[in-house]
């Protein structure tokens, strides 16, 4: 089992910039990935990007390149998601997730552990 839990969520104006953090804990040797979506009202859960644990290969939605970086700090257990220039388009519940799976990493089935979700607000 592996345990997530976020944090460092908030409310920021347009242009603005937020660093979310996601600290692992239980079986963290066994992780493959660690990723990050996020869910606006009324819409799905979404991809935003994904790291891998040892390889640090990187992946993010076409949407947030160049302004959203996701980095890993193995010896904290810890992921975390800088994100630049931020817009009101942004705005939704963030969720980081694990898996120790070697699936389709940029989907949401391909995690099994999910955190509670941190809320990102952008004002405009």
């Known amino acids: 089992q592996v345990q997530l839990v976020e944090s460092g969520g908030g409310l920021v104006q347009a242009g603005g910039s937020l660093r979310l953090a996601c600290a692992a804990s239980?079986?963290?040797?066994?992780?493959?990935?660690m990723g990050w979506f996020r869910q606006a009202p009324g819409k799905e859960r979404e991809f935003v990007s994904t790291?891998?644990?040892?390889?640090?290969?990187?992946f993010y939605e076409d949407s947030v390149k160049g302004r959203f970086t996701i980095s890993r700090d193995n010896g904290k257990n810890t992921v975390y998601l800088q994100m630049n220039s931020l817009e009101p388009e942004d705005t939704a519940v963030y969720y980081c997730?694990?898996?120790?799976?070697?699936?389709?990493?940029?989907?949401?089935?391909?995690?099994?552990?999910w955190g509670q979700g941190t809320q990102v607000t952008v004002s405009s």
């Open positions: 790291i891998t644990w040892y390889g640090g290969g990187t």
């Open positions: 239980g079986r963290t040797f066994s992780i493959y990935a």
């Open positions: 997730a694990a898996t120790v799976v070697r699936g389709d990493i940029l989907r949401r089935s391909g995690y099994s552990y």
